[in-house]
């Protein structure tokens, strides 16, 4: 395998909405739709999308959307064998509003997915062993994501750890990854600290870094990406080409599935140009609606995106 996920499957549920509701409010709806979700599925579908040879270690609920959810996986060329069904627990649901601007705001109940346990993660060792990356997130139990890193780590299996949804108290989980994802929000709850923009990330990046992971990458939507590794002097900003948004739900899972699949598939490029071209994938991403639906196939992508020409321009 390129990639391995071990993370969860969500049906999202997705209302667009003129603006996000308040507390206690009722709004109207212009539509709604259901798809595939998850922060675990999801850049597993971006990394098969994008060619690579990606499987899924996943838990869904023996009802007819873990049944579904199971054929759309095989249908996107991702090996299943460690994708379980449980009768314990419902098939993880995402309601999701999403405004005018293409900002979301999303609910997760995760059901089965705290179904997956340790000891799925140990039958599927050997899948985990021959991957030349790990990806891993928040939506399942926090104690199998953290078997799965320190795995990696036993294994020298280079690890991308989305720390999402991010929670305070998860200090340990730092030095066992060696590449942490995080966007604004999760930088500001990991750090205490305010991140509004690209100046407060490259401090949130720093202050990250110094709890004992390899990289830090801060996402800032529109403006790119703060990306900082063990070593450097300071933090560096890849910005990205702006594009118009109508849907940004799931685009730092996007980010993620094709990082990985750069970092695996294409190690020349290195840390910074890879980050630039996944971003301009996720890019693509938020210009159309839907989670996975908006998720284009690498034929359909510009070929300069899998070329040898470095894009990330200096300064
Ligand atoms: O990151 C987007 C994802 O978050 C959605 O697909 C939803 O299922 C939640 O996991």
Request: aromatic share 6%; glycine share 10%.
């Amino acid at each position: 395998m390129d990639v391995v996920v071990v993370g969860s499957c969500n049906i999202d549920l997705v209302s667009y909405v003129p603006r996000l509701p308040a507390a206690g409010e009722t709004i109207l709806g212009s539509k709604f739709s259901q798809g595939f979700g998850g922060k675990g599925a999801n850049p597993a579908v971006m990394a098969a999308r994008l060619g690579a040879k990606t499987a899924l270690i996943s838990m869904v609920g023996e009802d007819s959307f873990g049944r579904e959810y199971k054929l759309d996986l095989i249908k996107n060329n991702i090996d299943i064998s460690h994708v379980g069904a449980t009768s314990k627990a419902a098939t993880g649901v995402a309601p999701i509003f999403v405004n005018e601007s293409g900002e979301n705001s999303i609910v997760v109940v995760k059901g089965a997915n705290e179904s997956l346990t340790v000891e799925n993660l140990m039958e599927a060792k050997d899948l985990i062993q021959n991957s030349k990356i790990l990806l891993c997130n928040l939506e399942i139990d926090p104690k199998v994501t953290l078997e799965a890193l320190k795995m990696a780590k036993s294994f020298n299996i280079r690890s991308l750890f989305n720390m999402a949804p991010a929670t305070t108290g998860l200090d340990e989980y730092f030095q066992y990854c060696d590449i942490l994802v995080i966007n604004e929000s999760e930088a500001e709850i990991i750090t205490g600290m305010k991140v509004p923009g690209v100046e407060e990330a490259k401090t949130a990046a720093e202050s990250v870094l110094e709890k004992g992971c390899q990289v830090v990458i801060v996402t800032l939507g529109e403006n790119g990406a703060v990306v900082m590794s063990k070593g450097d002097k300071e933090a560096v900003h890849v910005p990205t080409p702006k594009v118009q948004a109508v849907d940004t739900t799931g685009a730092g899972d996007a980010f993620c599935g094709s990082l990985a699949v750069f970092l695996a598939t294409r190690p020349e490029l290195g840390l910074q140009e890879s980050v630039y071209r996944a971003n301009k994938i996720a890019g693509i991403t938020v210009q159309s609606p839907g989670t996975q639906t908006s998720y284009p196939q690498w034929k359909d992508l510009p070929p300069e995106l899998f070329g040898g020409e470095k894009l990330l321009k200096d300064g």
